[in-house]
């Protein structure tokens, strides 16, 4: 643990972590980070969370991060631990996570061997991360990994990557433990920039803002809704993962994106005015290629992140500041800016869109009881990591996402965060109700994280939103046929995942958790009564 004349750097690394408020570490072991976690088994206050896979522990930590605002720490195994987790960085990049995520190597003194598992790290994460280094001297080692600290909770946040060698951990190190330092970025434009954008936005006629979670990150949910209500303008949530606007205000329209950019730019044809918050536009994996505003369309973009704003679309006026003092400053321009006859016509375009609101047509029966049973058995208070993908309407329509930090929504398109993402958000809120939903797709992704869960006692609940296939798939194709004019057929068989069947509740108790399988409407009740009831981690295989 410690050297003749001193710590070594295996110590010192957990000591600097822990200076940076982390008593976390989620990974999986390799021998290059032996020393390393010898020795955070014998730190005090700080623990280590053993996951089967590096998937599993990259998903935890994402969640983690999330519901507590990050940093987290993840470890890898060099280049094979590193290179199964990228998928899940990918997530943790495209929805700006602050993961501090390390691996280990042999050694410096073998780079020239090109010996076994030899690979260069930094180039593998670096297209996964906001900033991938390697340490090479042990007298800056906790100097880089300070730096990582702060890059990656700065705005933009997101995963950074720091390679430490063996030989480099080994010696012995005198740095001084300090906490990073990590700057205030709070900010507000000037007031005549503020000014410019309240006329850019008074007096529309069709006014329609376009949030992200740039939003949440900011904590500007309230000065969103009070610019919203004081345009009457319509909110449409883009690229978000998180509560930026509540669903259940009249004003919101529900998600944009995804997948095909027709639907944004349907959402955005008729639109004089937009306000675009803490998003880019727009994050469809197939979008519009030419610009789906109006021409004469005054475009209004509020970021932190100056490389969002006019991006892929040119915009009037772009914002590089915090939206909570911003939407602040706006409303209150707004306010005084806007004449009687504006300030009635936003009232009756929010009145119109209150008398609106009505019942939803539901879906699927078991799913619809299960969901409702779930709301009425907690009163909506709980934290929902939801992952269903097409079973998330009928999550959202009972459960729906109105308070900051009680939902949680998968991102980037990595597969299998469903369920790890719940044991890191319990892991956070302890006290708190955790529901994670998935599809049976995505948790045969990661479903070791189970054993995880009941090794450590984390009593997160789980459902499978169980249809024995990809149904996203077989929603994307039938686009993909109409828009080529291809006659509908049967789906490809690779999209089928009903044989074998897939017992869900059996695999559980396998790995230690418990869990039932719910099949009719009827059995939901009792079901959901049962998974509350669960003192530790607790599965429902639900069929739809």
């Not at 944009?256 to 955005?268: D, I, P, T, W």
């Not at 956070?428 to 939903?437: D, L, N, Q, S, Y």
Request: glycine content about 10%; hydrophobic content about 45%; overall charge negative.
């Amino acid at each position: 643990m410690t050297g003749k004349t001193g710590k070594t750097g295996n110590v010192k690394l957990i000591e600097q972590f822990q200076a940076d408020g982390i008593r976390l570490m989620f990974g999986n072991p390799g021998t290059v980070e032996q020393g390393l976690l010898d020795a955070a088994d014998h730190a005090e206050g700080f623990r280590y969370v053993l996951a089967l896979q590096e998937t599993v522990a990259a998903g935890i930590a994402d969640g983690y991060a999330r519901a507590t605002g990050g940093p987290a720490l993840l470890q890898l195994h060099s280049g094979v631990g590193l290179g199964n987790g990228i998928g899940m960085l990918y997530q943790s990049l495209r929805g700006h996570t602050p993961l501090v995520v390390i691996a280990g190597d042999a050694g410096v003194r073998y780079d020239a061997m090109d010996a076994q598992m030899a690979s260069d790290l930094v180039a593998m994460a670096r297209p996964v991360t906001k900033y991938a280094t390697r340490v090479t001297d042990s007298r800056s080692l906790l100097r880089v990994v300070r730096r990582a600290v702060k890059t990656a909770m700065t705005e933009p946040r997101g995963p950074v990557f720091v390679a430490v060698p063996m030989d480099v951990l080994d010696e012995i190190n005198d740095e001084p433990v300090l906490p990073a330092s990590v700057p205030v970025t709070a900010s507000a434009p000037p007031a005549e920039a503020v000014a410019r954008a309240a006329g850019l936005l008074a007096g529309a006629d069709r006014p329609l803002l376009l949030v992200g979670d740039g939003v949440s990150v900011a904590g500007a949910q309230a000065e969103l809704v009070r610019v919203a209500e004081t345009l009457g303008a319509d909110v449409w949530s883009v690229d978000s993962s998180e509560v930026n606007v509540p669903a259940s205000h009249p004003l919101s329209r529900g998600q944009l994106g995804h997948m095909f950019g027709e639907r944004s730019a349907a959402a955005v044809a008729e639109a004089d005015a937009v306000l675009i918050v803490g998003t880019y536009v727009f994050p469809e994996v197939f979008p519009v290629l030419t610009s789906p505003f109006r021409a004469d369309a005054r475009i209004v973009h509020i970021d932190l992140n100056a490389y969002e704003i006019a991006k892929n679309h040119p915009v009037d006026l772009g914002l590089v500041a915090d939206p909570k003092p911003t939407l602040a400053a706006l409303a209150a321009e707004l306010k005084a800016r806007l004449s009687m006859r504006q300030k009635r016509a936003a009232t009756a375009r929010l009145a119109a869109r209150t008398a609106e609101q009505g019942p939803v047509t539901a879906g699927e029966p078991t799913l619809e009881r299960f969901v409702q049973e779930l709301a009425r058995q907690t009163g909506g208070d709980l934290i929902v990591f939801d992952e269903a993908l097409t079973s998330s309407p009928a999550v959202v329509r009972h459960l729906p996402p109105d308070r900051p930090g009680d939902y949680f929504l998968t991102r980037g398109g990595s597969l299998g965060v469903g369920i790890p993402g719940a044991i890191g958000a319990k892991l956070a809120h302890p006290a708190r109700t955790v529901v994670g939903f998935t599809g049976d797709g995505g948790a045969m992704y990661t479903y070791q994280a189970l054993w995880t869960a009941a090794r450590y006692g984390i009593a997160a609940k789980f459902v499978v939103c169980n249809n024995r296939k990809y149904r996203l798939l077989d929603d994307n194709i039938a686009q993909y046929w109409k828009e080529r004019d291809i006659p509908e057929h049967e789906f490809p068989s690779s999209f089928d995942l009903s044989r074998p069947d897939i017992r869900f509740a059996e695999l559980a108790r396998a790995l230690g958790a418990d869990g039932i399988r719910v099949e009719k409407p009827e059995e939901a009740s009792a079901a959901v009564e049962r998974m509350l009831a669960a003192t530790g981690p607790f599965l429902v295989d639900l069929q739809v």
